[in-house]
């Protein structure tokens, strides 16, 4: 099963940015996408973006626009690019592959990693 380390989190001030990176121990293109999800506390875990393995992006509504997701195919490496952030926006985010899951459709298929907290506040 992949394995997926995320860095890159911290704290800023509302309007900041910060670039989160995701490193798999297998490569990426073994997936139909790889993705980034958030969770905060009391809320379940959501997917913000998506990049699939020929380069298409999808996002969530709430970060179109600010977020930004891209891949290095050569890294196994994936990033989140995120701008403008908003005091919403703090989480843990965790990034995943995503493939078939059995009898139902694509979701996530690696180990979930440790994610990386992502804190805005003024």
């Known amino acids: 099963q992949v394995q997926l380390v995320e860095s890159g989190g911290g704290s800023v001030q509302p309007g900041g940015s910060l670039r989160l990176t995701c490193t798999a121990s297998?490569?990426?293109?073994?997936?139909?996408?790889m993705g980034w999800y958030r969770q905060s506390p009391g809320k379940q875990r959501e997917l913000v973006a998506a990049?699939?393995?020929?380069?298409?992006?999808t996002y969530a509504d709430s970060v179109k626009g600010r977020f930004t997701i891209s891949k290095d195919n050569a890294k196994n490496t994936v990033y989140l690019q995120m701008n403008s952030l908003l005091p919403d926006d703090a989480a843990v985010y965790y990034c995943?592959?995503?493939?078939?899951?059995?009898?139902?459709?694509?979701?996530?298929?690696?180990?979930w990693g440790r994610g990386t907290q992502v804190t805005v506040s003024s």
């Open positions: 995943n592959a995503i493939g078939q899951l059995p009898g139902s459709g694509l979701g996530p298929v690696g180990s």
């Open positions: 297998k490569s990426i293109l073994d997936f139909n996408a």
């Open positions: 990049v699939t393995t020929g380069g298409a992006t």
